[in-house]
């Protein structure tokens, strides 16, 4: 575990940046943070954000505080890109996907079906290929501090259940954000609803949306299940989040603060993984019991889907930019040969 956190917080460290105080007592600042995310604060998302204010307070001596602000209570996560470009809120930690509003390479980590394991998605985004996204933050006035997990999103809805590719066609379905999901729930021949995830509840028991798609923890924390039947194994996108802070508060911290906060990051990013997918079939096992009927599709009905996106996955490659795009497929491709 030591030399993964070492190798880790190598990864994450923005160049340039030395710690300070070896010589003497780090210096840190009265200061208070708030963190605003999207899941509940029992979520790995909430958890891992817990894990990392717990580090800042014991290691700055209680000097730096760190608010959770949970469940979206300031707002969508568009909202909060907003508010920590204006300074008004100084953390949060978000689907990478979202920051393509910021930087358009960032769509390639919502390609459908570019990662098989999670492992993969940690070889890409701990090396080069994540350095460089996260260096397009800055001049967006964000500042990059790690990857997270949120693990792989699967389909849920409450008119049928989904056996085939066919199933999806003419479902109303929720997605984040951004272009590239509604661009593969096209594809599928639903009809995508991007829709702030705040209000995705209200939503799906108003009959809004007739789905959406989530990993399974986030679906059973945020009791989908209740106005969800349906749901079906389709592990189209894998997440990885984004753990981000206010460029316009960072340039107000000391080198001491600004190395306190990676190395925080750092450790919170071993944890949080690991919480995130140890936990996983543990909420697939808590659905099923609680009345939610999961099909997993099987592998030529998944293979239709793949085929349906094709277009969808080479429209972004081109966006993003061939050379990155080339670098990532290599990576993962070593990744997997190495397994």
């Known amino acids: 575990m030591k030399t993964r956190m070492k190798s ?3 990864g994450l460290l923005l160049p340039g940046l030395l710690f300070a105080g070896a010589a003497g007592a780090a210096e840190y600042k009265d200061r208070s943070v708030k963190f605003a995310f999207q899941n509940v604060k029992e979520h790995p998302q909430g958890q891992g954000a817990q894990k990392f204010a717990d580090i800042v307070e014991a ?21 909060t890109v907003s508010a920590m470009q204006g300074g008004i809120v100084e953390m949060s930690v978000m689907n990478a996907g979202i920051l393509v509003s910021q930087a358009k390479e960032f769509a390639l980590v919502d390609l459908p079906f570019l990662f098989n394991s999670a492992t993969e998605a940690d070889a890409l985004l701990d090396g080069p290929v994540g350095e460089q996204l996260m260096a397009k933050l800055p001049e967006k006035g964000l ?3 790690g990857f997270w997990d949120l693990g792989f999103r699967n389909l849920t809805n409450n008119r049928r259940p989904v056996k085939t590719a ?11 954000q951004t272009p590239i ?6 594809a599928l021949g639903a009809n995508p609803v991007p829709l702030a995830f705040p209000e995705l509840y209200s939503a799906l028991e108003t009959g809004t949306v007739d789905g959406q798609e989530n990993p399974a923890k986030t679906i059973e924390l945020t009791k989908f299940n209740e106005v969800q039947k349906y749901m079906t194994i389709t592990r189209h996108i894998y ?12 340039d ?6 600004k190395a306190l906060f990676q190395s925080a990051a750092a450790e919170a990013t071993v944890f949080q993984r690991k919480l995130s997918r140890d936990q996983e079939a543990d909420a697939l096992a808590s659905l099923k ?13 998944l293979g239709k889907i793949r085929e349906k996106v094709k277009p969808v996955v080479e429209k972004y490659k081109g966006e993003i930019g061939e050379a990155l795009v080339s670098q990532a497929y290599a990576t993962i491709e070593k990744k997997r040969a190495s397994n």
């Open 8 to 10: 880790l917080l190598a």
């Open 59 to 79: 290691k700055s001596g209680g000097k730096i505080k760190v608010k959770l602000f949970p469940g979206g209570t300031l707002g969508g996560d568009v909202q």
């Open 143 to 145: 500042v990059g501090l």
């Open 166 to 176: 066919a199933d999806i066609a003419g479902l109303k379905i929720r997605v984040i």
């Open 181 to 186: 999901y509604i661009d593969i729930f096209k």
């Open 239 to 250: 997440n990885p989040q984004s753990l981000i802070v206010s460029k316009k508060f960072w």
């Open 252 to 257: 107000t911290l000391n080198a001491d603060e």
């Open 289 to 301: 019991s609680k009345g939610m009927v999961i099909d997993e599709l099987p592998a030529d009905e």
